[in-house]
């Protein structure tokens, strides 16, 4: 196989995390015979600095021409000073739009070795296992118009759905659901919003042809709750585009960081994979950050764009060894508990590699992605 990756390193910690998820990538290639071209390319604040757009035209065009693209995270916070539609956060919203992929998924998983490392107690985190699907191309971070008028100190946004927008979305997240354990909570503001009645009233057509999925909805600031309270209730979690990302964002909790959280963005002309954190301008270069949500997004991406399930599972296997055995990073290491090995991001993706590589070494994964 020949596979053609974007690689969108981006701002702060992204070249660090994106890098060991490379070296993740290209080992399994390596395994398994297979070339992983890498294309790499600007975005976001490195993106202005050289050419003076979040987005380069050079930048989408050759994205377009890949077989996949990896994003580490864009934001610097000496941009702060421009208005949204020039910082760099707004290469990251016009690559998406452009790309066409309206799936986000993004998992939360409860690790047995990280319970003490979440500020929920273990009896309620334990065995938490949740796939947030939030739909990314629409509501109030696309919707028109929108504006900010400082001289009568007035902003404004739209949130906006169509029926063909809910329903694309609802679709997979119930195909998912079927693979799982068919339960399903869509997540609206059904009670105040127009939006979110179109939204549960879509979800609710789309359900009658997925009759061994459980439906139940949601008002988000129950859901919100609901995550930090009874997170192992939850299997399938469907949202609009901000509702998604706040939610996810909170699931970072169950899991003990935000640098635990992959992604993979589905649907359009190429698929976008990118760990959910952000660029953390502040430990850039300290080598602090967790590669560890940028190694499972690279899983993501041989699951949905290369067909390679068991090389997903076996880098999935990977991390989950490293943390039985102790070894984290700073964001997940708990100074009370013994028998912890705080490691550098570098160490961390040396580690889990090292693993990947002694598995694959007993493991045959033929083309069809099945380990043998």
């Not at 053609?4 to 990538?25: R, W």
């Not at 109030?140 to 001289?151: H, I």
Request: proline share 5%; glycine share 8%.
């Amino acid at each position: 196989m020949h596979l053609k990756i974007a690689i969108l390193a981006g701002d702060g910690i992204g070249p660090e995390v994106t890098n060991e998820a490379v070296n993740v990538l290209t080992t399994v290639a390596n395994a398994r015979g297979d070339v992983f071209e890498y294309v790499p390319l600007l975005i976001g604040g490195v993106a202005i600095t050289e050419h003076g757009t979040p987005l380069p035209p050079e930048t989408l065009q050759q994205t377009l021409s890949c077989d996949a693209a990896l994003l580490g995270a864009v934001g610097d916070n000496k941009f702060n000073h421009l208005p949204p539609s020039e910082r760099p956060e707004a290469g990251l919203l016009q690559i998406r739009a452009a790309l066409g992929g309206f799936a986000n998924l993004r998992p939360a998983i409860a690790y047995t070795a990280l319970a003490d490392n979440s500020p929920l107690r273990p009896e309620i985190t334990a065995s938490a296992d949740i796939l947030f699907v939030r739909e990314l191309l629409g509501g109030l971070y696309f919707g028109e118009p929108r504006a900010w008028d400082k001289a009568a100190n007035r902003a404004h946004n739209t949130m906006a759905y169509t029926r063909d927008e809910v329903e694309r979305v609802a679709r997979i997240a119930f195909d998912l659901a079927t693979k799982r354990r068919n339960k399903l909570t869509s997540v609206d503001k059904a009670n105040v919003l127009e939006t979110s009645q179109l939204w549960r009233a879509v979800v609710n057509e789309v359900a009658r042809d997925y009759p061994s999925v459980t439906v139940e909805h949601q008002y988000v600031d129950a859901m919100a709750i609901h995550l930090m309270t009874r997170p192992r209730d939850f299997d399938v979690v469907l949202t609009e585009n901000l509702f998604g990302d706040i939610l996810s964002d909170e699931s970072g909790v169950i899991t003990g960081s935000l640098g635990m959280l992959p992604s993979a963005t589905l649907g359009g002309k190429v698929n976008l994979y990118e760990p959910v954190h952000g660029s953390a301008p502040d430990i850039a270069g300290t080598g602090k950050a967790n590669p560890i949500g940028a190694i499972l997004t690279a899983a993501m991406l041989l699951r949905h764009s290369a067909n390679m399930e068991a090389a997903a599972r076996l880098i999935d296997d990977a991390v989950t060894e490293a943390l039985n055995q102790g070894y984290r990073t700073t964001d997940i290491a708990h100074g009370n508990i013994a028998g912890q090995t705080t490691l550098s991001t570098t160490e961390m993706g040396a580690l889990i590699l090292s693993k990947l590589e002694a598995a694959l070494e007993t493991t045959s994964i033929n083309d069809q992605g099945a380990a043998q």
